[in-house]
């Protein structure tokens, strides 16, 4: 029989999450990060943004994304830093710190996109 | 044999040559810098998703915070992060999307679909999916 | 009159020297002639005392793999005009210890070898009146790429995971082991997933994908473990979903 490992789970979650935030980033980045503040294009009301974000299909668009794109950061985040900088003995933790960070960014998520809706 | 120490899996021997991969080995050629900047680009995903979560703090708070959240994303320093978080976004979407024909392969019935095929999946996907949520954002 | 280009081959002899240095070589050359044939005339007419291992020369046996120029190559097939007027670098494959001038351990790699078990693995042999195990052209051709494999180890030297991690089980015995995963005759996959699925194993990969880009017979190892990475993910959420189901 297969060894649990976690790290199956991980690697779907951050393969889920790199098409995602793939997917919806690039044109999220460019409206609310460049296009926006530079006054390219009007930002949205917001009443307009607020109706858009209570919308639950769009809330939990945000939601997965969020917490992907978050899952997807941590993954990356240790591989690179096991592979680029080689700090193997600090494995456990730096896992431990960022799939952390994750979950607790996903939940601030849900919270906040609950407390909108 | 196996008291001595040993590197890696190959067991020690006096006479044979070792070197230990620089920490720099990403800078060693064009490729693995391409595949560093690709990794890269999590912390670039990662600071945007925190800046998504800042704009739902500041709907949540009132038009106020909202009005002040959109003066600050026009600083200088705020924009040119996102200027290059932009960038990084890219490339990771176009990175991350090249690489799902070599780690899937698609089947109609029992053809196996061309790789190209299933690129050219992702790129379309990728463009319906920005022009749903411009289409949102521009008319709200 | 031949054209010369001058090599800069990378010398470690452990009886005398505790690095590798290197000795240059002018080596004249025609436009069919490889790196392994420049190799042969410095061993033939200049210098007797190099090491390097060649066989075929005709790019199957896997047995000249060195870097060339910084690049993992076969020297057999990369030809001393494509680097001319030089000059070229020959040294050791990388990641490998060295043992002599341009000759690398390969134990680790065929101890890692055996360990993916490349081979047909049945429960049970079906008689021999029984007749052959038949396979389609569609069945062949799903593990035929894996099967090209000369286990010339240009791949580890390519990889930088192997390079920092030496338990890192590598990218052509993932392929190896996906090639007999993919054979409809073989039902060995569960034994191979014991030992990849290890963190050593298919997780270890960070997907640079430099092996794919060096092998010389098209294999696509880096491809092999992303499949292998999405059966292994699919597999265990079944198991989790369904933990005593088919």
Same mark, same amino acid.
């Given at each position: 029989?297969?060894?649990?490992?976690?790290?199956?789970?991980?690697?779907?979650? #951050?393969?889920?999450?790199?098409?995602?935030?793939?997917?919806?980033?690039?044109?999220?980045?460019?409206?609310?990060? !460049?296009?926006?503040?530079?006054?390219?294009?009007?930002?949205?009301?917001?009443?307009?943004?607020?109706?858009? !974000?209570?919308?639950?299909?769009?809330?939990?668009?945000? #939601?997965?994304?969020?917490?992907?794109?978050?899952?997807?950061?941590?993954?990356? #985040?240790?591989?690179?830093?096991?592979?680029?900088?080689?700090?193997?003995?600090?494995?456990?933790?730096?896992?431990?710190?960022?799939?952390?960070?994750?979950?607790?960014?996903?939940?601030?998520?849900?919270?906040?996109?609950?407390?909108?809706? | 044999?196996?008291?001595?120490?040993?590197? &890696?899996? @190959?067991?020690?021997?006096?006479?044979?040559?070792?070197?230990?991969?620089?920490?720099?080995?990403?800078?060693?050629? +064009?490729?693995?810098?391409?595949?560093?900047?690709?990794? &890269? $680009?999590?912390?670039?995903? &990662?600071?945007?998703?925190?800046?998504?979560?800042?704009?739902?703090?500041?709907?949540?708070? &009132? +038009?106020?915070?909202?009005?002040?959240?959109?003066?600050? $994303?026009?600083? +200088?320093?705020?924009?040119?992060?996102?200027?290059? @978080?932009?960038?990084?976004?890219?490339?990771?979407?176009? @990175?991350?999307?090249?690489?799902?024909?070599?780690?899937?392969?698609?089947?109609?019935?029992?053809?196996?679909?061309? +790789?190209?095929?299933?690129?050219?999946?992702?790129?379309?996907?990728?463009?319906?999916? $920005?022009?749903?949520?411009?289409?949102?954002?521009?008319?709200? | 009159?031949?054209?010369?280009?001058?090599?800069?081959?990378?010398?470690?002899?452990?009886?005398?020297?505790?690095?590798?240095?290197?000795? /240059?070589?002018?080596?004249?050359?025609?436009?069919?002639?490889?790196?392994?044939?420049?190799?042969?005339?410095?061993?033939?007419?200049?210098?007797?005392?190099?090491?390097?291992?060649?066989?075929?020369?005709?790019?199957?046996?896997?047995?000249?793999?060195? =870097?060339?120029?910084?690049? *993992?190559?076969?020297?057999?097939?990369?030809?001393?005009?494509?680097?001319?007027?030089?000059?070229?670098?020959? /040294?050791?494959?990388?990641?490998?210890?060295?043992?002599?001038?341009?000759?690398?351990?390969?134990?680790?790699?065929?101890?890692?070898?055996?360990?993916?078990? *490349?081979?047909?693995?049945?429960?049970?042999?079906?008689?021999?009146?029984?007749?052959?195990?038949?396979? =389609?052209?569609?069945?062949?051709? /799903?593990?035929?790429?894996?099967?090209?494999?000369?286990?010339?180890?240009?791949?580890?030297?390519?990889? *930088?995971?192997?390079?920092?991690? *030496?338990?890192?089980?590598?990218?052509?015995?993932?392929?190896?082991?996906?090639?007999?995963?993919?054979?409809?005759?073989?039902?060995?996959?569960?034994?191979?997933?014991?030992?990849?699925? /290890?963190?050593?194993?298919?997780?270890?990969? =960070?997907?640079?994908?430099?092996? =794919?880009?060096?092998?010389?017979?098209?294999?696509?190892?880096?491809?092999?473990?992303?499949?292998?990475?999405?059966?292994?993910?699919?597999?265990?959420?079944?198991?989790?979903?369904?933990?005593?189901?088919?």
């Amino acid at each position: 029989m297969l060894r649990r490992h976690p790290e199956p789970l991980l690697w779907m979650l #951050f393969s889920a999450g790199g098409v995602v935030s793939g997917m919806l980033m690039p044109v999220l980045v460019l409206l609310f990060g !460049v296009a926006y503040p530079l006054g390219v294009v009007d930002a949205p009301t917001y009443d307009g943004l607020r109706a858009l !974000v209570a919308n639950p299909i769009a809330a939990l668009v945000l #939601f997965t994304l969020c917490a992907l794109s978050f899952l997807h950061w941590a993954h990356r #985040f240790r591989h690179t830093l096991y592979d680029g900088l080689q700090i193997k003995h600090l494995n456990e933790v730096i896992a431990v710190v960022s799939y952390g960070v994750a979950l607790v960014g996903s939940g601030v998520a849900a919270y906040l996109l609950w407390q909108l809706s | 044999m196996e008291q001595t120490h040993t590197y &890696g899996d @190959t067991p020690y021997h006096p006479r044979w040559l070792r070197r230990r991969v620089s920490t720099y080995w990403w800078l060693w050629k +064009p490729a693995y810098l391409r595949f560093i900047l690709r990794e &890269g $680009s999590c912390m670039f995903v &990662g600071w945007f998703t925190v800046y998504l979560l800042l704009l739902l703090a500041a709907l949540l708070e &009132g +038009p106020l915070a909202y009005e002040l959240f959109l003066a600050w $994303s026009a600083t +200088p320093a705020v924009l040119i992060v996102n200027v290059v @978080t932009l960038g990084f976004v890219v490339f990771h979407a176009i @990175t991350f999307f090249q690489a799902a024909p070599q780690a899937m392969v698609v089947r109609l019935g029992r053809a196996r679909v061309a +790789p190209q095929t299933v690129l050219l999946g992702h790129y379309a996907g990728w463009v319906v999916v $920005s022009a749903v949520v411009a289409f949102f954002l521009l008319g709200a | 009159m031949a054209q010369r280009i001058r090599l800069q081959i990378a010398r470690y002899r452990p009886e005398q020297e505790s690095e590798a240095t290197f000795d /240059e070589y002018e080596v004249p050359y025609t436009k069919e002639m490889a790196v392994l044939d420049g190799l042969n005339f410095v061993k033939d007419r200049l210098d007797g005392t190099l090491a390097y291992r060649w066989s075929c020369r005709m790019g199957i046996c896997g047995s000249c793999g060195m =870097t060339v120029n910084g690049e *993992p190559k076969l020297t057999c097939a990369t030809f001393l005009g494509d680097y001319a007027p030089g000059p070229l670098r020959v /040294e050791p494959l990388r990641n490998f210890p060295v043992i002599r001038d341009l000759i690398v351990d390969i134990g680790d790699f065929m101890r890692k070898l055996v360990r993916v078990k *490349p081979w047909i693995v049945r429960s049970a042999e079906k008689p021999i009146a029984g007749g052959e195990y038949l396979q =389609t052209p569609e069945q062949l051709e /799903e593990y035929k790429p894996f099967s090209m494999c000369i286990n010339c180890m240009l791949c580890y030297s390519a990889c *930088p995971i192997y390079g920092l991690d *030496p338990k890192f089980i590598g990218p052509a015995a993932i392929a190896l082991a996906q090639r007999y995963n993919l054979d409809n005759r073989d039902e060995g996959s569960a034994d191979r997933m014991e030992v990849l699925s /290890e963190h050593e194993g298919i997780w270890g990969c =960070t997907f640079v994908g430099e092996c =794919t880009k060096v092998c010389p017979k098209h294999v696509d190892p880096a491809g092999a473990i992303q499949r292998y990475k999405l059966t292994a993910a699919i597999d265990s959420m079944k198991a989790f979903f369904a933990p005593r189901g088919a």
